[in-house]
């Protein structure tokens, strides 16, 4: 298990490649199972200790070298299984691919689909400029941007002219016993 920090002042290539460091050293604890790390965190039982997963397949396959030990692979197939409400697998076939898995008693379809294409927009903003900051990856399409920036954000109303401790002299002076702050 990883717990990843961004600072979103640094480059895209510096933090990646700090993350890949971290990874490395991690593996020096690989021996640590999930049931130990739940037993020593404060979490009460029933409570699962991720909701989420990210998980990069790695299962390297030297067809040169099977061929060559006499050996013959055929019809592989896997099925990977995860009590995780979200899991994001990445493995490498012929190029970079990616599967999204998500427990549907727990997210909409549509917001699946909207977790993907935001993946989708961070990997083509990494591709399309790795000097980037992290802070600077696109993350919302236009459309969602004016949603939360605007439409979300529309809380415009009439106030009353005066200062704060006019205002509250103004209450004082109608209703002394009324509370003039809430």
Known sequence: PTRVG???QQGVVAWL???QDE???SRNFDFVSLAQLKAWSDLPAGVNIFD???VFENYPVD???VGDAGLRIANVQGLDTASFPLTLSAYLNERLSFNLAYDPRLFEDCTAERVAAQLTRLLVGIADEPTNL???LPWM???ERRQVLEDWNDTAQRLPAGTVTSLFAGQVDRDAAAPAVL
């Open 6 to 8: 961004v600072s979103d």
């Open 17 to 19: 490649r700090g993350l």
């Open 23 to 25: 990874q490395v050293e």
């Open 52 to 54: 989420s997963a990210v």
């Open 63 to 65: 067809e040169a070298s």
């Open 134 to 136: 992290v802070s600077r």
């Open 141 to 143: 399409s236009a459309g």
